[in-house]
């Protein structure tokens, strides 16, 4: 079976066109929201970095306001000796919020410490960030814990404040959830969990960062990663929920919206009207004579959907010819792919609408149709029902006188359903009655019944027609409509409608043998 992944392809690609549009337009909303949420999720990140570095920034800088304070209060003690100065270093020290020693330094040595008292240590001064801030991973006194050095110079000297890293650290930790932030004083910077490291070089400015208008410090910020997805997860799932909603409900809508109509021109663009076979039987000779088309929608979603609930639709919205057009289309080139297994002069029989009678362009879809075969290969009937019969105007007499020059064959069906005259009858020289299904269950039933069946078979006869009987279904239909002289029998007896590829499996089985078998289990291919 070469064809069928190309079928299996063919039939999803058709699908998947069906779906494309209303799955394009369900998915607008969220392709257009997901989008601006991001955006905005976006925007709502940098308020929120610029909202922490307010804070952080407002904060710090209060922190070092107190040490600057404090080193002026002690300045005028630059060059005093340590043991009068001491004193009041210690105080100030205690009174001043954030502050953990004061220290005096002259001719580039700490001298005096409100710690310790006298020293000497080096002061270091090209360390300081604009010679105001450093900041130290530790010192003697606390070498595990971050300082933070505030510098006051002064003539002769300078006043050294020891700030305790762990204010500017609670400062840090306060920052917005998944914003992690740093104070860079210099090289180095100090983490929210108190450890110093070298700072990054930000060669190309992607760290966000805020520097103090006040002291040579700068905050940086870091996002977490996710955090956008964090965003987006906390402030914006239950728009995208309702946006997806509205996505399904269009999606839902415009399925559901498409008029019978629209479905029905839709089918045909995607080629879903199929054509069924069912074959009728010569009495005289009990072979298969001819078989007659009966369209089939192959629904995508509902499966086979059998005429009676989409012609009538087709009829009223015009949409019959097309149909019928496309449907001789595929019949004949299905056919010619296997026209070997046809007897020759193999009858087809389509249905044709009235509105389709009245219509020119049935000569060409005929001519179309019958310049596929070579001549005489195949004989074309057109079956016209009685229950509709069209009107009898010059033009279509013209018409009909045009398909019978061709060759065409004329059956009028559902025979004794109607009110067609003998006039009708004999003005568009028909070729064959096809007797209804319901006078042939007749031949089942009592004496009165058979005696209208026997009425519509003679009526046929004395107008020199040829009888099909159709809906044959009975052993006993079939013995009594052969012995009333129909000659042609069509019905579940013989074969059901079905795909050519099955009919022409039954057609090579003579009728008697088909009718036989069929009285076991028939499958419904209908
Ligand atoms: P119809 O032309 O009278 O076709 C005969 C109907 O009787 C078919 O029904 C056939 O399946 C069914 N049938 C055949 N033998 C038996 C039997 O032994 N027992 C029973 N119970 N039924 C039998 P189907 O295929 O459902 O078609 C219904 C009608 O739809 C057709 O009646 C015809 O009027 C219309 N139709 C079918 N195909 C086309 C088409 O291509 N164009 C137009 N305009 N009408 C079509
Ligand atoms: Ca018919
Ligand atoms: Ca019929």
């Known amino acids: ?81 340590c043991k009068s100065a001491v004193f009041a270093l210690r105080q100030q020290s205690m009174a001043t919020p954030f502050v953990r020693s004061l220290n005096l330094v002259s001719d580039g040595q700490i001298y005096c410490t409100s710690l310790q008292g006298t020293g000497r240590y080096p002061e270091q001064s090209q360390n300081y960030s604009a010679g105001r801030l450093r900041l130290m991973a530790g010192n003697q006194v606390t070498p595990q814990r971050a300082v933070i050095v505030f510098r006051l110079p002064s003539p002769g000297g300078s006043v050294l404040a020891g700030i305790d890293s762990q204010y500017v650290i609670n400062v840090l930790q306060l920052a917005e959830r998944d914003l992690t932030l740093k104070l860079q004083i210099g090289d180095y910077q100090l983490a929210s969990d108190g450890t110093v490291s070298p700072a990054p070089w930000d060669a190309n400015g992607t760290i966000p960062e805020r520097f103090s208008s006040q002291y040579p410090f700068r905050l940086r910020a870091t996002l977490a990663p996710g955090s956008l997805w964090h965003t987006l997860e906390s402030d914006f799932l239950p728009i995208l929920g309702l946006l997806i909603l509205c996505g399904a409900l269009m999606f839902w809508l415009m399925l559901k919206r498409r008029s019978p109509a629209q479905e029905l021109e839709r089918a045909l663009r995607d080629g879903e009207f199929v ?166 269950t007749m031949a089942d039933e009592d004496i009165l019944s058979r005696h209208l069946l026997d009425n519509i078979v003679d009526l046929a006869q004395r107008l020199a027609l040829t009888v099909i009987a159709e809906g044959v279904e009975t052993p006993a239909q079939n013995t009594y409509l052969r012995n009333h002289g129909v000659r042609y029998l069509q019905g579940y007896l013989y074969a059901r409608p079905a795909p050519l590829r099955d009919i022409l499996a039954r057609l090579k089985s003579p009728p008697s043998r088909a009718a036989s078998e069929s009285r076991g289990a028939c499958p419904d291919l209908s």
């Open 1 to 81: 079976m070469p064809h069928a992944p190309y079928r299996l392809r063919f039939r999803f690609a058709k699908q998947a066109r069906q779906f494309t549009f209303p799955l394009l337009a369900a998915l607008a909303p969220v392709l257009v929201g997901v989008p601006l949420m991001l955006w905005q999720a976006e925007r709502e990140l940098t308020a929120q970095t610029q909202e922490s570095f307010d804070y952080a920034m407002r904060k710090v800088e209060s922190i070092f306001d107190y040490a600057e304070v404090a080193t002026h209060q002690v300045r005028y003690l630059v060059g005093a000796p």
């Open 275 to 440: 054509p069924y076979y069912q074959p009728f039987v010569d009495a005289d000779t009990d072979r298969w004579n001819g078989a007659e088309v009966l369209v089939r929608w192959r629904h995508p979603g509902e499966g086979i959907i059998p005429p009676d609930q989409f012609i009538p639709l087709a009829e009223s919205s015009g949409m019959i010819v097309p149909l019928t057009q496309a449907l001789m289309h595929r019949v004949a080139s299905e056919l010619t792919s296997r026209l070997a297994e046809l007897p020759h002069g193999f009858h087809i029989g389509f249905n044709l609408s009235a509105a389709h009678c009245h219509d020119w362009r049935l000569l060409d879809d005929c001519q179309r149709f019958l310049d596929t075969f070579p001549p005489g290969r195949i004989t074309l009937v057109l079956e016209l029902t009685e229950r509709e019969p069209f009107r009898a105007t010059p033009h279509t007499f013209r018409l009909f006188e045009r398909l019978r020059e061709m060759g065409i064959l004329i059956a009028l069906d559902d025979f004794g359903t109607g009110s067609v005259g003998l006039d009708y009858l004999r003005h568009f020289r028909v070729d064959y009655l096809k007797v209804d299904r319901s006078y042939v």
